[in-house]
């Protein structure tokens, strides 16, 4: 089961420059404030898109949830 250090883990590996602040009460259902320079200039769709194919496959299944936030520094 993934916890929410994990998740941070593998936000801030994939993404360039990210900082990731993740929260979880039951390692199911997860909420991500994500901020990266990766995201100047990128839609929110594509942002979200950014974090979420990190997460491929899982999405639906070991990670019921993903909310997310992405900003710009």
Same mark, same amino acid.
């Given at each position: 089961m993934?916890?929410?250090?994990?998740?941070?883990?593998?936000?801030? &590996?994939?993404?360039?420059n990210? =900082? !990731?602040? +993740?929260? #979880? &009460?039951?390692?199911?259902?997860? =909420? !991500?404030? +994500?901020? #990266?320079?990766?995201?100047?200039?990128? =839609?929110?769709?594509?942002?979200?898109?950014?974090?979420?194919?990190?997460?491929?496959?899982?999405?639906?299944?070991?990670?019921?949830?993903?909310?997310?936030?992405?900003?710009?520094?």
């Amino acid at each position: 089961m993934p916890t929410p250090q994990e998740l941070k883990r593998r936000i801030e &590996a994939a993404i360039p420059n990210a =900082s !990731a602040d +993740v929260e #979880s &009460a039951d390692n199911v259902h997860f =909420s !991500a404030r +994500v901020v #990266s320079p990766e995201f100047v200039a990128k =839609s929110r769709v594509q942002q979200h898109r950014m974090v979420y194919d990190v997460f491929d496959g899982q999405l639906g299944g070991d990670i019921h949830a993903l909310q997310l936030r992405t900003e710009v520094p």
